[in-house]
T-cell receptor, first 117, second 114 residues
Framework: AQSVAQPEDQVNVAEGNPLTVKCTYS??????LFWYVQYPNRGLQFLLK??????LVKGSYGFEAEFNKSQTSFHLKKPSALVSDSALYFC???????????????FGKGTKLSVIP | KAGVTQTPRYLIKTRGQQVTLSCSPI?????VSWYQQTPGQGLQFLFE???????NKGNFPGRFSGRQFSNSRSEMNVSTLELGDSALYLC?????????????FGPGTRLTVL
């Protein structure tokens, strides 16, 4: 079975400082990895994904993520945090080898990011 | 393109009742998935439909059911509601099966069971 772990329930960072939100995963086959963001009373917004290729993936709103196969990690990063980045962030994985064609995602518990002015 | 829409946005029911939630995917998307989000359990997969067929089902009791129509719109139904069914129910749509597309989520339906 596939799983995702986000070891930090909350991350606090000062505005202008770099931020990192951690994610590790476990799948039996090749992973599809995603980051989503959720603002209060809203659905999930897609930020970026890793399928294959370059280990550094760039996404929306200046976010990027680094895929590390040996550490089974997919940490989300941003060079300079904004107050408007404060939200709930979810890492998700899709096992490419399960459920032919299925889009089913397994999500981490989420990390609340607070950017302090 | 319009995004994923879900109706209603908010719903209050009492224990024992049943409820139907609706989801309209992005135009052209044929895959619709449903997720339940609660503070305790996080985001959990309910089921996935593609071309009116259920492709995948999560670990939920049979009180939770769904269907997809020929226009790709989907409904999910919860019968005999329990207090623990209070949650945000999210619908997501995706492009063609087998492609590398991400899922696009709707705003959710907030269900409160009293």
């Amino acid at each position: 079975a596939q799983s995702v772990a986000q070891p930090e329930d909350q991350v606090n960072v000062a505005e202008g400082n770099p931020l990192t939100v951690k994610c590790t995963y476990s799948v039996s086959g090749n992973p599809y990895l995603f980051w989503y963001v959720q603002y209060p009373n809203r659905g999930l917004q897609f930020l970026l994904k890793y399928i294959t290729g370059d280990n550094l993936v760039k996404g929306s709103y200046g976010f990027e993520a680094e895929f590390n196969k040996s550490q089974t990690s997919f940490h989300l990063k941003k060079p300079s945090a904004l107050v408007s980045d404060s939200a709930l962030y979810f890492c998700a994985v899709r096992d490419m080898n399960s459920g032919a064609g299925s889009y089913q995602l397994t999500f981490g518990k989420g990390t609340k990011l607070s950017v302090i002015p | 393109k319009a995004g994923v829409t879900q109706t209603p946005r908010y719903l209050i029911k009492t224990r024992g009742q049943q409820v139907t939630l609706s989801c309209s995917p992005i135009s052209g998307h044929r895959s619709v998935s449903w997720y339940q989000q609660t503070p305790g359990q996080g985001l959990q997969f309910l089921f996935e439909y593609f071309s009116e067929t259920q492709r995948n089902k999560g670990n939920f009791p049979g009180r939770f059911s769904g269907r997809q129509f020929s226009n790709s719109r989907s409904e999910m139904n919860v019968s005999t509601l329990e207090l623990g069914d209070s949650a945000l129910y999210l619908c997501a749509s995706s492009g063609e099966v087998g492609s590398y597309n991400e899922q696009f989520f709707g705003p959710g339906t907030r269900l409160t069971v009293l």
